[in-house]
């Protein structure tokens, strides 16, 4: 079993950026891989970043560029730097993480995740 809690987020402007941190306790040596997702208003929730245990990462084409993720040693932290936000950037932020190894990228969705943290808002107004 693993636990996910996000922190950070909150509200910025149109060009301003924000940090998100997501702490994981129990079995995280098991985890393979790492992701932040994002859920905006009436949309589905979708992949933003993903990193896995040999540090490679992946970004949706919306974020690249943009937003970085990072992990600290050990994995026990995950981290979210936007900049450049845009007011679609807004919506709920998930932390999750996958066991096994494979479906390592923001493309595969829901479907590759095995446990969630809570979501936490950000904001961003024009």
């Known amino acids: 079993q693993v636990r996910l809690a996000e922190s950070g987020g909150g509200s910025a402007q149109d060009g301003g950026s924000l940090t998100l941190d997501c702490t994981a306790s129990?079995?995280?040596?098991?985890?393979?891989?790492m992701y932040w997702f994002r859920q905006g208003p009436g949309k589905e929730r979708e992949g933003v970043a993903s990193?896995?245990?040999?540090?490679?990462?992946r970004y949706a084409d919306s974020v690249e560029g943009r937003f970085t993720i990072s992990q600290s040693n050990p994995r026990n932290s995950l981290h979210l730097r936007m900049d450049s936000l845009k007011p679609e950037d807004s919506g709920v932020y998930y932390c999750?993480?996958?066991?096994?190894?494979?479906?390592?990228?923001?493309?595969?969705?829901?479907?590759?995740?095995?446990?969630w943290g809570q979501g936490i808002q950000v904001t961003v107004s024009s």
């Open positions: 990193i896995d245990g040999d540090n490679r990462i």
């Open positions: 129990g079995n995280i040596g098991r985890t393979y891989c």
């Open positions: 999750a993480a996958r066991q096994q190894p494979g479906l390592c990228a923001p493309r595969y969705g829901s479907k590759a995740v095995d446990y």
